[in-house]
């Protein structure tokens, strides 16, 4: 695997579709979407609900099949794979920030954020020692051995930023991580995404409506009805 540096293309979809359903049922997800994300960024999708965001970086991530058109990530054609491979792929390469957190309310924040690692065949005690230091990192190292009930809504959610960094992945994608975040919690939520996630051979994409986050981002690209409308740089961008 060669050594990535800031700027080189992560994410490249070119007429990319996606369509659920068949004849007068179908419905057309995706109609053509050309993006580019690049490393040592972070990339917005926003838009409307239902305009294709999610739907983008399910076909992104490769948790679900295009229908037509192109897509690779870091130079790879993960739909074209078999399932178990695809798999694989995702464990080592990919970080998820679920808008519904998916915490697991038995386990503790360490355990939690352990998850991806024991996935990946590390044994329990290293990988929650490892999860330990993650959690350092997003300052709750104090709070490593609590369950998610309790933890505030920020903490979990920075345990969900923990858990989706933890493995070193190359790709971050973030669904709508600040929905239940008051300002000033959502704003230091993507301020610390934005510092522990972004680097010269990592790529975020965040799906969003949160305008008050727009700041923050490399780049905003706009969606509507299932295509990519136009890409904007913000000031921020390096």
Known sequence: MSKLTAGQLAVNCRGLTKQYGQ????VQALRGIDLEVRTGEMTYLVGP???GKTTLISVIAGTLDRSGGACEVFGDDVASWGERKRA????RNVGFVFQALNLVPTLTAAENVAIP???LGEGHDKAVRRAGEMLERVDLGARARSLPAQLSGGQ????AIARALVHDPRLVVCDEPTSALDHDTGHRVMELLRSVASSAERALIVVTHDARIFSLADRIAHMDD???ERVESTP???
């Open 49 to 51: 609900s239902g305009c």
């Open 88 to 91: 694989a792929w995702r464990g």
């Open 156 to 159: 979990q959610q920075r345990v």
């Open 236 to 238: 921020s961008s390096r």
């Open 23 to 26: 004849g007068e049922n179908a």
């Open 117 to 119: 690692l024991m996935i």
């Open 226 to 228: 299932g295509r990519v």
